[in-house]
Nanobody, 128 residues
Framework: QVQLIESGGGLAQPGGSLRLSCAAS????????MGWFRQAPGKEREFVAS???????????ELADSVKGRFTIFRDNAKNTVYLQMNSLKPEDTGVYYC??????????????????WGQGTQVTVSS
């Protein structure tokens, strides 16, 4: 069993920044691929970024509004926490952001159906 506790969402202006945190716990969480998904109102949940607790590899989704270059996923192993730093925010980034974990290898894309554990979700609203 893996527990994921998120924090850091809120309201930001276009061009602003937010940092999301995902604190992981459980007996085997360090063997899991970790990442973030988001879900905008009326849309399906979509992959944003992923990483692992070991090594420096990361992947970012090829989304229409391109998070690569604006978002950065990174981890602090000492704090058992994965972060999503979001810069240059756009209104299209609005949605509920979910931390995710899967007992599988890091891949260039990730589908919601293969996620083993979800966080509770945190709302991100980008608006002036």
């Amino acid at each position: 069993q893996v527990q994921l506790i998120e924090s850091g969402g809120g309201l930001a202006q276009p061009g602003g920044s937010l940092r999301l945190s995902c604190a992981a716990s459980g007996r085997t969480f360090r063997t899991y691929t970790m990442g973030w998904f988001r879900q905008a109102p009326g849309k399906e949940r979509e992959f944003v970024a992923s990483t692992t607790w070991r090594g420096g590899s990361t992947y970012y989704a090829e989304l229409a509004d391109s998070v690569k270059g604006r978002f950065t996923i990174f981890r602090d192993n000492a704090k058992n926490t994965v972060y999503l730093q979001m810069n240059s925010l756009k209104p299209e980034d609005t949605g509920v952001y979910y931390c995710a974990a899967e007992a599988g290898p890091l891949r260039s894309t990730w589908y919601p159906g293969t996620v083993d554990y979800w966080g509770q979700g945190t709302q991100v609203t980008v608006s002036s």
